[in-house]
């Protein structure tokens, strides 16, 4: 499988002992906070050249020293093989088959009503179907 390079924020700020929020506070108005966040809970294998170069400096300047872009990029194993995952059919087949011998039924028991043209309000046609009237 091959390995492919991500740009993992989250885990060199970890490595430092740093938080996304710091790193947010140093980069404000360059970065916005949510590029931040998401970059420092997922590594990304796309990234703007300026995003990259500001996140640098920002964490050179929390760290007090120069950070490389090769500190912060790993390589990881590339997620493939989709024939792997089940095929709807196999899904299906996984399915138990109803009977509908074991159905339950329900069964009509109350007099059927059909709607009268008598103008009453519909309390009143209720309560002479009760039989309160």
């Known amino acids: 499988m091959p390995a492919i390079p991500v740009f993992n924020l989250g885990k ?44 640098l ?13 090769t500190e912060v990029i790993e390589e990881v194993e590339e997620v493939t093989s989709p024939a792997t995952l089940p095929t709807l059919e196999q899904l299906l087949a996984q399915v138990p088959r109803q009977d509908p011998g074991t159905f339950k039924t329900f069964q009509y028991s109350g007099v059927r009503v ?20």
């Open 114 to 133: 059909k709607p009268k043209q008598s103008g009453l309000p519909a309390e009143e046609i209720i309560a002479q179907l009760r039989g309160h009237e």
């Open 12 to 55: 060199y700020l970890q490595e430092h002992g740093l938080t996304a929020y710091a790193l947010v506070k140093e980069v404000e108005g360059k970065v916005p906070a949510s590029t931040v966040y998401g970059l420092a809970r997922k590594p990304a294998q796309r990234i703007d050249l300026p995003t990259v170069y500001a996140l």
């Open 57 to 69: 400096e920002a964490l050179g300047r929390l760290l007090g020293e120069k950070v490389s872009v």
